[in-house]
C-alpha cells in the first residue's frame, strides 16, 4: 500500500474543481495507494513521473517505491495540465 503525498498547488487544483468531477478524480488518486502502475498510466516524456486518465482530466505524479510513496504534481483539464506556469 502505498501513501499519497499531496502538495499545496494539488490541494488548490482539486478545490477549483465542481464536485462531480471531485469525487472521481478522488476516487481515482485513492485507486493509486493500491496500484500506483495501473492499467492506463502512462510515463511522461518530457519529464519523470506518471499520468492517469479521468475522463477531460489528468493526475500527473511521482512514485517512489523505496518509501511507498505516490506524489500528486498536478491535476488539471487535458488542455492546461502540461503548461508550466
Known amino acids: 500500500m502505498y501513501?499519497?503525498?499531496?502538495?499545496?498547488?494539488?490541494?488548490?487544483?482539486?478545490?477549483?474543481?465542481?464536485?462531480s468531477i471531485y469525487v472521481k478524480i478522488r476516487e481515482r488518486i485513492l485507486s493509486l495507494e493500491k496500484e500506483p502502475r495501473q492499467v492506463g498510466a502512462l510515463k511522461l516524456t518530457n519529464e519523470e513521473g506518471y499520468r492517469v486518465r479521468t475522463g477531460d482530466y489528468r493526475i500527473l505524479y511521482e512514485i517512489d517505491d523505496k518509501l511507498k510513496t505516490v506524489r500528486l504534481l498536478r491535476i488539471g483539464h487535458r488542455k492546461d495540465v502540461y503548461r508550466k506556469k
Open 3 to 19: 501513501k499519497i503525498l499531496y502538495s499545496a498547488r494539488v490541494l488548490k487544483e482539486l478545490k477549483e474543481l465542481n464536485n
